[in-house]
């Protein structure tokens, strides 16, 4: 393989021509992860979208609200009753009175524990619901985000993130919502009572108050970086395992596992050790809070104390006025361990909802054109220039959506190297019905071409265009309805085979699916399979080899019936019989179809009309076979490395 020919390029500059007039979108703003003030916390962050999302639940959760509001109040009566019962079934009321005082408060309490239950599950319910569909809507989101987005992240590591930051916002919209509305309504209702029964004790209470907070701030910031820690650590750890899952032949082919398994328990010690000191801080958050809290109450039974003996209070009056002081105290406990809950789950939302609301500059553009059907599908490529660049665009999951969340990342200051360009100056054109083969050395940009027709990428210079269009002023939905693309490596799902072939034309009617599966000689072993064309294939089913899955592949284009077809050939020799059965099923799929062809196999480029040669990102040579050997260039030597070796391989096969 030879590099002394030079690519044929132009250079970028005189490149921007009238062909690149179609300029990229600008660039959509995300904002960057800032510090948020005390206030801004207070609002709630990026949790504020979640608000918009509870309207259709309204009319269940102003029931859940009107019945927390109730039974709080129920609560608040309960010291002032007590109080009462002390001073007068204890001094003038007797016996009588203390009877239906406590009949009042069993009465009272049993229509509380049924509000209690009606509420619980009014909120849970529509939170579940909620949760629900923001998961359903990102992973709609996330199908739709450019392979870019996909290349730049791990898959184990998104999952966990949106498994857990999605489970955190759960959390919020249930048990946390409607913690945190109690507590309030209790404090405020417990305060207002401490004041009205009496406003000096009341004065004494609220000194401690500021320690209180202060705590609850203190702790809760140091609690939140250690939950961000812990949960960076598990996805990294979910991260690894599921790559090793991903790659196990290769882990146990190299016997790899006590590699993978020391990277694995690395990151889950880390874990541990993180959590450990978030128990120490969560710890010292409870003790310190419970211990000033019932300080406060010891502090008013001392002031209090002294007043009932100098007899300017009465014993009913100090109990009542000790149970709304606990009952402040707990609730200012409570929210200060949700301030920390809260702030953890202003994190996910970040997260959750920045990727929500990004809009990838690939896109359909606003004013979108739409191609007359039938699409014969010439394709045009006019100078391209193309290299990959990272999606900035889009939100890094794992970066810091709020300061001193997760672990020091690289810095943002520093800028990422310009990547050399893939693809120098790329031009040539496939008439409707042509087929054109793409040959040339590994990772001479091949596949890169292959992945620009779909818009799976934009280019930086010049265009990519589809009947005169450029494929950025075209519906992406139309473009890749017209694009039916068989890639090297064929992934089934898990599913039928019935469905792993229709996957491409979910309408298809039975005699369609047969009729496809029959072109590409798949109908011959699927009809041998222990139930056909319902066996299930994939994960949990039967496994099939490279070429029944290359054959399904076909059957799966046929069916579609594109007007363009990417065939990526499959590197993998095949016995004769699969090979000479996908030669058919070939011929039937390019029958006057505008096809691209990355090439491997001899038949394949013979049977092309033309063969674009590349190397290093620029068209080497074109021609046909014939003209390309008589030539003696790049191609001429690929022919005799790589396609006569092959021939010579599946020959000497043959009479093995
Ligand atoms: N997602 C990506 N991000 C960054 N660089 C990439 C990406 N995909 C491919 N490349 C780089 O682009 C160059 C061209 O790759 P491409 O896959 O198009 O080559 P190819 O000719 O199809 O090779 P092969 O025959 O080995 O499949 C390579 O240098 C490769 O490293």
Same mark, same amino acid.
């Given at each position: 393989?030879?590099?002394?020919?030079?690519?044929?390029?132009?250079?970028?500059?005189?490149?921007?021509?009238?062909?690149?007039?179609?300029?990229?979108?600008?660039? !959509?703003?995300?904002?960057?992860?800032?510090?948020?003030?005390? $206030?801004?916390?207070?609002?709630?962050?990026?949790?504020?979208?979640?608000?918009?999302?509870?309207?259709?639940?309204?009319?269940?959760?102003?029931?859940? =609200?009107?019945?927390?509001?109730?039974?709080?109040?129920?609560?608040?009566?309960? *010291?002032?009753?007590?109080?009462?019962?002390?001073?007068?079934?204890?001094?003038?009321?007797?016996?009588?009175?203390?009877?239906?005082?406590?009949?009042?408060?069993?009465?009272?309490?049993?229509?509380?524990?049924?509000?209690?239950?009606?509420?619980?599950?009014? &909120?849970?319910?529509?939170?579940?619901?909620?949760?629900?569909?923001?998961?359903?809507?990102?992973?709609?989101?996330?199908?739709?985000? *450019?392979?870019?987005?996909?290349?730049?992240?791990?898959?184990?590591?998104?999952?966990?993130?949106?498994?857990?930051?999605?489970?955190?916002?759960?959390?919020?919209?249930?048990?946390? =919502?409607?913690?945190?509305?109690?507590?309030?309504?209790?404090?405020?209702? @417990?305060?207002?009572?401490?004041?009205?029964?009496?406003?000096?004790?009341?004065?004494?209470?609220?000194?401690?108050?500021?320690?209180?907070?202060?705590?609850?701030?203190?702790?809760?910031?140091?609690?939140?970086?250690?939950?961000? %820690?812990?949960?960076?650590?598990?996805?990294?750890?979910?991260?690894?395992?599921?790559?090793?899952?991903?790659?196990?032949?290769?882990?146990?082919?190299?016997?790899?596992?006590?590699?993978?398994?020391?990277?694995?328990?690395?990151?889950?010690?880390?874990?541990?050790?993180? @959590? &450990?000191?978030?128990?120490?801080?969560?710890?010292?958050?409870?003790?310190?809070?419970?211990?000033?809290?019932?300080?406060?109450?010891?502090?008013?039974? $001392?002031?209090?104390?002294?007043?009932?003996?100098?007899?300017?209070?009465?014993?009913?009056?100090?109990?009542?006025?000790?149970?709304?002081?606990?009952? @402040?105290?707990?609730?200012? %406990?409570?929210?200060?361990?949700? $301030?920390?809950?809260?702030?953890?789950?202003?994190?996910?939302?970040?997260?959750?909802?920045?990727? &929500?609301?990004?809009? *990838?500059?690939?896109?359909?553009?606003?004013?979108?054109?739409?191609?007359?059907?039938?699409? /014969?599908?010439?394709?045009?490529?006019?100078?391209?220039?193309?290299?990959?660049?990272?999606?900035?665009?889009?939100?890094?999951?794992?970066?810091?959506?709020?300061? %001193?969340?997760?672990?020091?990342?690289?810095?943002?200051? /520093?800028?990422?190297?310009?990547?050399? $360009?893939?693809?120098?100056?790329?031009?040539?054109?496939?008439? !409707?019905?042509?087929?054109?083969?793409?040959?040339?050395?590994?990772?001479?940009?091949?596949?890169?071409?292959?992945?620009?027709?779909?818009?799976?990428?934009?280019?930086?210079?010049?265009?990519?265009?589809?009947?005169?269009?450029?494929?950025?002023?075209?519906?992406?939905?139309?473009?890749?309805?017209?694009?039916?693309l068989v890639p090297q490596e064929t992934l089934l799902f898990?599913?039928?085979v019935?469905?792993n072939i229709?996957y491409a034309?979910?309408?298809?009617?039975?005699?369609?699916?047969?009729?496809?599966?029959?072109?590409a000689?798949a109908?011959?072993?699927?009809?041998?399979? !222990?139930?056909?064309?319902?066996?299930?294939v994939g994960?949990?089913?039967?496994k099939l080899s490279g070429g029944q899955r290359q054959r399904i592949a076909l059957a799966r284009a046929?069916?579609?019936?594109?007007?363009?077809?990417?065939l990526d050939e499959a590197?993998s020799?095949l016995?004769?019989?699969?090979?000479?059965?996908i030669?058919?099923?070939?011929?039937?799929?390019?029958?006057?179809? /505008?096809?691209?062809?990355?090439?491997?196999?001899?038949?394949?480029?013979?049977?092309?009309?033309?063969?674009?040669?590349?190397?290093?990102?620029?068209?080497?040579?074109?021609?046909?076979?014939?003209?390309?050997?008589?030539?003696?260039?790049?191609? =001429?030597?690929?022919?005799?490395?790589?396609?006569?070796?092959?021939?010579?391989?599946?020959?000497?096969?043959?009479?093995?």
């Open positions: 393989m030879s590099n002394n020919a030079p690519p044929a390029t132009t250079s970028p500059d005189t490149a921007q021509n009238e062909r690149s007039r179609i300029q990229a979108p600008p660039a !959509p703003t995300i904002t960057p992860p800032e510090r948020l003030s005390f $206030w801004q916390k207070l609002q709630g962050g990026d949790l504020r979208y979640l608000v918009p999302r509870l309207k259709p639940h309204s009319g269940k959760l102003s029931i859940a =609200a009107a019945m927390l509001l109730a039974s709080t109040a129920m609560s608040l009566v309960f *010291p002032t009753v007590v109080g009462r019962i002390m001073d007068t079934a204890f001094g003038a009321g007797g016996r009588q009175q203390l009877d239906r005082t406590v009949l009042f408060l069993l009465a009272l309490f049993s229509v509380q524990a049924v509000m209690t239950f009606c509420q619980a599950y009014l &909120l849970s319910a529509s939170g579940e619901r909620i949760i629900a569909r923001l998961r359903e809507d990102l992973f709609a989101h996330l199908l739709r985000l *450019p392979p870019a987005f996909f290349a730049d992240r791990r898959t184990g590591e998104l999952t966990s993130r949106l498994g857990t930051d999605v489970s955190m916002l759960q959390g919020v919209l249930t048990m946390n =919502a409607l913690e945190l509305l109690k507590q309030t309504l209790l404090l405020i209702g @417990a305060l207002v009572m401490l004041t009205v029964t009496h406003v000096y004790l009341t004065g004494i209470t609220l000194l401690l108050v500021p320690i209180v907070v202060g705590t609850a701030i203190f702790f809760g910031e140091r609690l939140k970086k250690a939950s961000q %820690g812990v949960m960076d650590e598990v996805a990294e750890a979910s991260a690894i395992a599921e790559e090793s899952f991903s790659q196990i032949r290769v882990v146990q082919s190299f016997v790899g596992e006590p590699h993978e398994q020391a990277r694995y328990g690395a990151r889950i010690t880390a874990a541990v050790s993180v @959590a &450990l000191r978030r128990a120490v801080t969560r710890g010292f958050f409870y003790s310190v809070i419970g211990f000033v809290s019932m300080s406060a109450s010891v502090l008013v039974l $001392w002031v209090g104390g002294r007043m009932v003996l100098a007899g300017t209070l009465t014993v009913g009056t100090l109990f009542s006025f000790l149970l709304y002081s606990a009952m @402040a105290a707990n609730s200012v %406990g409570a929210l200060g361990a949700l $301030w920390s809950a809260y702030q953890e789950s202003m994190g996910a939302a970040a997260r959750v909802f920045q990727l &929500l609301r990004s809009v *990838p500059r690939l896109r359909d553009a606003d004013n979108a054109v739409t191609l007359a059907e039938p699409i /014969t599908g010439a394709v045009e490529f006019s100078d391209v220039w193309f290299r990959y660049e990272p999606a900035d665009d889009l939100p890094k999951l794992d970066g810091p959506p709020l300061p %001193g969340q997760g672990r020091a990342r690289s810095p943002a200051a /520093t800028p990422a190297a310009v990547p050399d $360009w893939t693809l120098r100056g790329i031009s040539f054109r496939i008439n !409707p019905g042509e087929t054109v083969a793409l040959v040339g050395p590994s990772g001479a940009g091949k596949t890169t071409i292959a992945a620009l027709i779909p818009r799976f990428w934009d280019v930086q210079k010049g265009a990519v265009s589809i009947e005169g269009t450029d494929v950025r002023e075209l519906r992406l939905a139309q473009i890749r309805d017209a694009i039916g898990s599913g039928s019935r469905d229709s034309r979910p309408d298809a009617t039975e005699e369609q699916i047969l009729a496809a599966a029959r072109a000689h109908h011959e072993f699927v009809r041998l399979l !222990p139930e056909g064309y319902d066996t299930r994960e949990r089913g039967v046929i069916l579609k019936d594109p007007a363009v077809l990417i590197t020799s016995d004769t019989e699969s090979e000479a059965l030669e058919d099923a070939l011929n039937t799929l390019l029958q006057n179809r /505008t096809t691209l062809i990355i090439a491997h196999r001899l038949s394949t480029v013979r049977r092309a009309n033309r063969i674009l040669v590349l190397e290093n990102g620029g068209i080497a040579e074109t021609g046909t076979h014939n003209e390309l050997i008589a030539a003696g260039g790049l191609y =001429a030597r690929l022919y005799a490395h790589q396609f006569r070796d092959r021939e010579e391989a599946a020959e000497s096969l043959m009479t093995v």
